[in-house]
């Protein structure tokens, strides 16, 4: 199999003597470059890269505008931006502008091949399924299970996308680090525990994953309040559902999971928000969702408290039937034993 081709863009030279040497120990053939201008030669004279991996702040041409030409002359390469910023607006605005991925520089090298296979493989099959788009009939008539099974594959290019995107929430409100991972983790062991199907699990899956997606709009002064918060910023901040909704429904693979955002804080009693809804109204994917998000949020260090037993999270999660959370559910949550929440809580840390 021939080496993935990487170029590395950065101005300072220490910064491409490390990538380079972590990239090209993992198996990867690099070639590095100090300045965007020089980049952009090269994939003139030689567009064969598998990925582009570039800094952000540089002299003259910024990595930015380097993305914006990559994406118009390029694009079927992937791009991942890297920096030492760590801005919730510039990692929101390169993904924006077609990046795939964000790093923080220092970066490991866990968290560099992570990044980098992800991208690679990104890249891989959203170039295949360009070639099918190209010969759609023939693949059609010909290759049927074929192309089900690179329309699977391309819907998963669309979850790593999506974990880039809860990675940048969690750059943005460091508080809640790992949240999204979290919660996802202990909703699906819930829904497998009801008996749910693959196709519900996905629902599920991605609408925890993406339930705090509308707080990309909620400003830091509120998002970021150390204290508590006024009744104006409240209501301000109880947006982020209905805001979250909107960004997400218009994506059609993603339209079942925006009910879940839309409704991930609603109470079984009818008292949360934004809408009131009371019992089965509440989708069931945000009714398994509530007990996730109360687990994760009572066992999980915070700034100004330290996080709960399990034990006493269960104890607080069975007080509350229904009244926030479905009683059925609920019986089916004291079911499964504490050891399978921490050993989920360990993997998700291990993962990130």
């Known amino acids: 199999m021939p080496q993935e081709r990487i170029l590395v863009v950065d101005d300072e030279e220490p910064v491409r003597a490390v990538a380079a040497a972590l990239l090209e120990r993992s198996g990867y053939a690099v070639t590095t470059t100090e300045s965007a201008e020089d980049a952009l030669t090269r994939l003139q004279q030689d567009p064969d890269y598998d990925l582009v991996l570039s800094d952000i702040m540089m002299p003259g041409t910024d990595g930015l505008t380097l993305l914006d030409h990559i994406c118009a002359d390029h694009p079927g390469l992937p791009v991942v931006m890297f920096s030492a910023v760590n801005d919730a607006y510039v990692v929101t605005n390169a993904f924006r502008r077609g990046s795939i991925d964000y790093l923080l520089k220092p970066f490991e090298r866990s968290e560099l091949d992570s990044v980098v296979m992800r991208a690679i493989e990104h890249g891989r099959l959203r170039k295949q399924n360009t070639i099918y788009?190209?010969?759609?009939?023939?693949?059609?008539?010909?290759?049927?299970?074929?192309?089900?099974?690179?329309?699977?594959?391309?819907?998963?290019?669309?979850?790593?996308?999506?974990?880039?995107?809860?990675?940048?929430?969690?750059?943005?409100?460091?508080?809640?680090?790992?949240?999204?991972?979290?919660?996802?983790?202990?909703a699906i062991t819930l829904a497998q525990a009801m008996g749910l199907d693959s196709e519900e699990l996905r629902i599920i899956a991605r609408g925890a994953f993406l339930h705090d997606i509308g707080k990309i709009a909620t400003p830091d002064n509120i998002l970021l309040k150390p204290g508590r918060l006024t009744?104006?910023?409240?209501?301000?901040?109880?947006?982020?559902?209905?805001?979250?909704?909107?960004?997400?429904?218009?994506?059609?693979?993603?339209?079942?999971?925006?009910?879940?955002?839309?409704?991930?804080?609603?109470?079984?009693?009818?008292?949360?928000?934004?809408?009131?809804?009371?019992?089965?109204?509440?989708?069931?994917?945000?009714r398994v969702f509530a007990i996730a998000d109360t687990l994760d949020a009572m066992t999980s260090d915070r700034p100004?408290?330290?996080?709960?037993?399990?034990?006493?999270?269960?104890?607080?999660i069975v007080r509350c039937a229904g009244t926030q959370f479905d009683p059925?559910?609920?019986?089916?949550?004291?079911a499964i034993p504490h050891k399978t929440w921490r050993e989920l809580r360990a993997a998700t840390i291990r993962s990130s």
């Open 231 to 286: 009744s104006d910023e409240m209501a301000i901040m109880k947006q982020h559902c209905e805001r979250g909704y909107e960004m997400v429904r218009k994506i059609p693979f993603l339209r079942e999971a925006a009910e879940i955002v839309y409704a991930h804080q609603e109470q079984f009693d009818g008292s949360g928000y934004p809408r009131g809804l009371r019992g089965e109204e509440i989708p069931l994917g945000a």
């Open 133 to 186: 788009r190209q010969n759609l009939e023939s693949i059609v008539s010909a290759r049927t299970g074929r192309l089900r099974s690179t329309m699977q594959d391309l819907e998963r290019s669309y979850d790593i996308t999506l974990e880039a995107m809860g990675d940048a929430l969690d750059l943005r409100d460091q508080e809640t680090e790992g949240h999204s991972k979290r919660v996802t983790a202990y």
């Open 304 to 316: 100004y408290r330290r996080g709960t037993t399990f034990a006493a999270a269960r104890d607080e």
């Open 328 to 334: 059925q559910i609920v019986e089916l949550f004291l």
